[in-house]
């Protein structure tokens, strides 16, 4: 990425000064060198915030969305057990008319038994009556009657009443025998009714437990939830923090390049070793040390500003400085010249610039002349990538 400023004379001699000040004195924290983006570090902050914002927002999401789940499957127990809670009572009910059933079946299978033994005893006292006529013997019942058709009519009717007596006794008999199986069903269906409502009361137990603990789990969500909320609203005021910070910064660093483009401008102003040629920087313009490097070229700017012992084209100076036995890398450092080979834009014998800020191993701000192919124009860029870096020289 490139981002090239082009400066007048006046604007070139304030950059050069600062440029040739920076490689001695770092910039303060908090306050940027002219041309230098402040809010990048403070982008960077702001943007990890943000970041852990947004992975918080998702969460929190998450959280809901399983609380909402919780309560709507606590609600539908709830329905669970209110159904249940309905069936057990219309259990209960037909247990009582059950219960009321076999105690009226109880009640006739005695009437019955009652009334049975009464017409066994009828019976009984009629045929000893019969048979005995007050204890004499059948015998003697036929001597005393007036004629054996008065003793085998009274033997007719005592048949008569026999039989009848028979037929009750056989009847009563019957219902007993039925009311005993409808007994017997009706204590079987009030055994299963029994039943019934003890499963439906466990199920009722298990429901009432599972809606317990979906409350609990929807209350353990919301209350994540509630802390997630915390740490958002905790990030909201980081950033609020950071970016005042960042405006604050900015607003220093404004500042501090409007009271050293005034010094320049004072400086040259007064003639205190500035110059121009044609609208461009004369040799050595505001560099202290000479050098023979052809002038307006990037390598003459860089001499310029710092000792060059070594020669040679841009893409030699890394080779030339460690072989003289110079410190070199591959990190930027203020102060340090950045080598670039040729190609990508960069001239055919390469480029060099002058670091005086430094963000990242691959994000760093530099003063160079000639990146426009201008002679003398002198320029601030931004480079965010080591593409075609050769290296740095200390």
């Known amino acids: 990425m490139r981002r090239t400023t082009r400066l007048t004379c006046k ?179 009030l055994a299963q009714a029994a039943q019934a409502e003890s499963q439906m009361e466990a199920d009722q137990a298990a429901l009432q437990g599972q809606e317990s603990e979906l409350k609990e789990q929807a209350a353990s969500l919301g209350s994540q939830a509630s802390g997630l909320v915390g740490q958002r609203n905790s990030l909201l005021s980081q950033i609020a923090t950071v970016r005042a910070q960042q405006q604050a910064a900015e607003e220093a660093a404004a500042a501090a390049a409007a009271e050293a483009a005034a010094a320049a401008a004072a400086a040259a102003k007064s003639g205190g070793g500035s110059g121009t040629c044609g609208g461009v920087l004369c040799p050595f313009a505001f560099g202290a040390i000479p050098d023979s490097f052809p002038w307006g070229q990037c390598t003459w700017y860089v001499a310029s500003l710092r000792e060059v012992p070594w020669g040679g084209n841009a893409d030699e100076w890394f080779g030339n400085a460690r072989a003289m036995g110079y410190s070199t890398g591959s990190t930027p450092k203020p102060g340090a010249v950045v080598v670039w080979g040729p190609g990508n834009g960069y001239s055919y014998y390469g480029h060099v610039a002058y670091v005086v800020a430094v963000v990242s191993p691959s994000h760093f701000y530099v003063d160079e002349a000639n990146f426009d192919e201008i002679p003398g124009s002198i320029d601030s860029r931004e480079v965010t990538t080591l593409n075609d870096v050769e290296g740095f020289i200390y």
């Open 11 to 189: 604007l070139a001699a304030s950059v050069l000064l600062i440029g040739a000040l920076a490689a001695a004195v770092p910039p303060p924290s908090g306050v940027a060198l002219p041309g230098i983006r402040l809010t990048d570090s403070y982008d960077q902050q702001i943007g990890q915030l943000q970041q852990q914002y947004d992975a918080l927002g998702t969460q929190l999401q998450s959280l809901q969305g399983g609380e909402a789940a919780a309560n709507a499957e606590a609600a539908a127990v709830q329905q669970q057990i209110a159904g249940t809670e309905a069936q057990i009572a219309s259990d209960q009910t037909q247990i009582n008319q059950l219960n009321l059933a076999l105690a009226q079946t109880a009640e006739a299978i005695q009437v019955d038994t009652t009334h049975l033994a009464a017409q066994k005893a009828q019976l009984t006292q009629l045929t000893v009556e019969i048979y005995t006529e007050g204890g004499t013997g059948v015998v003697e019942g036929l001597v005393d009657s007036q004629s054996i058709a008065e003793f085998m009519g009274q033997l007719d009717s005592a048949t008569t009443v026999s039989r009848k007596v028979q037929q009750l006794m056989a009847q009563v008999e019957a219902e007993q025998q039925a009311l005993d199986v409808l007994q017997q069903t009706q204590q079987s269906r």
